[in-house]
């Protein structure tokens, strides 16, 4: 499916609350969490909303930007390491993919599988890329896939019934940083419970690293950051019927170096007013809503994590410049 058109899309779209009722329901968890998120003292929306077809669209140049490293250098990896990672999982196995994906690194993990009988890709989407699912058949053709619409943070049973093969995890991309401690521990607990003993888990790891590095990976040169985390606006004007003045806002990468992370802001350029439904939200100058955290990690830090929601460390591989790492837990 190509939408190119989309990067040609002024990013200033001032949809009303008339446009936003004319077009689908609005997603109830999106319009829960920036009414929620949008009434803290530090205005936070979560950083899965910034993915919406434009906004995919526009990650999905990230990934090519000579400044954001994170893509390539995990994709590196696992073209090095995947058949090690898996090793043992045998014939038939079951892969559950927590988060999008089936983009090249999944391909390559299911490569790395003798004859996998499954893919289970979670997703907060409730669509799944029929052309993605066609590839996949295609490279395995004894392959089945169910996709699994929901929030990887939420238990849930998964439809793992009737394959009774290894069942590895898939959490890639460091999404892990876009988390806080608790809901690390709940992922990893809701994880081990649904793969259950005998499973592992692979995960991707940014690693600490200097400051000027990881705030241009998250500011690049051309803009296109910036583009993506102003189109979070846009998708609450469009969808919640907000009226975001796109101009009034500006995209900021901020390197907390006591917490070890990077967090993208929409800082208000002046003082201002937002109405969204009855509600109205108001902004300072200079004040903003924090659209992501992107944590940064120790050589240990994850596995000690783990330890403690009933997984072991099961291996770490990372690249020659020790910019990120893959790390495998195994289910205890």
């Known amino acids: 499916m190509t939408i190119t058109a989309e990067f040609d899309r002024p990013v200033h779209d001032r949809s009303t609350a ?60 696992l073209e090095a390491h995947a058949h090690a990672m898996l090793d043992g ?15 090249i690194k999944t391909r390559l993990l299911l490569d790395a599988c003798e004859h996998p009988a499954l893919y289970v890709p979670l997703d907060v989407s409730d669509a799944f890329d029929a052309d993605i699912d066609e590839s996949l058949r295609a ?24 394959v009774p093969g290894t069942r590895a995890g898939l959490f890639l991309g460091s999404t892990i940083g876009n988390l806080e401690d608790d809901e690390i521990a709940r992922f990893l607990t809701h994880a081990r419970a649904s793969l259950g003993t005998g499973s592992r888990l692979l995960i991707g790891v940014d690693v600490r690293k200097d400051a000027a590095t990881l705030e241009a990976a998250y500011d690049d040169a051309a803009g296109v950051t910036a583009r993506f985390d102003l189109n979070l606006l846009v998708r609450m004007n469009r969808e919640l019927g907000a009226d975001f003045d796109i101009d009034g806002f500006k995209h900021e990468a901020r ?17 201002q007013r937002v109405r969204i439904g009855s509600t109205v939200h108001r902004f300072a100058a200079g ?29 770490r591989w990372t690249d020659a410049g020790g910019l990120f790492s893959v790390v495998r837990l195994d289910a205890s």
């Open 287 to 315: 004040e903003s809503i924090r659209s992501e955290i992107s944590r940064k990690f120790g050589p240990d830090d994850v596995q000690a994590l783990a330890r403690e929601h009933g997984w072991r460390a099961g291996g």
């Open 255 to 271: 390197w907390d170096g006591t917490l070890s992370r990077i967090e993208m802001h929409l800082v208000a350029v002046r003082a």
């Open 89 to 103: 999982a045998g014939s038939g196995a079951v892969v559950v993919e927590y988060g999008a994906g089936a983009s």
């Open 139 to 162: 490279r395995h053709p004894s392959l089945e896939v169910r996709h699994v619409a929901g929030d990887f943070l939420d238990p849930q049973a998964l439809p793992l019934d009737g």
């Open 18 to 77: 008339s446009d936003a009722a004319s077009g689908p329901s609005p997603d109830p968890r999106f319009a829960r969490d920036v009414a929620e998120g949008l009434s803290r003292a530090q205005k936070t929306v979560p950083s899965r909303w910034l993915y919406d077809e434009a906004g995919s669209v526009l990650f999905e140049r990230i990934t090519t930007l000579p400044e954001y490293y994170p893509t390539r250098t995990e994709t590196a990896i």
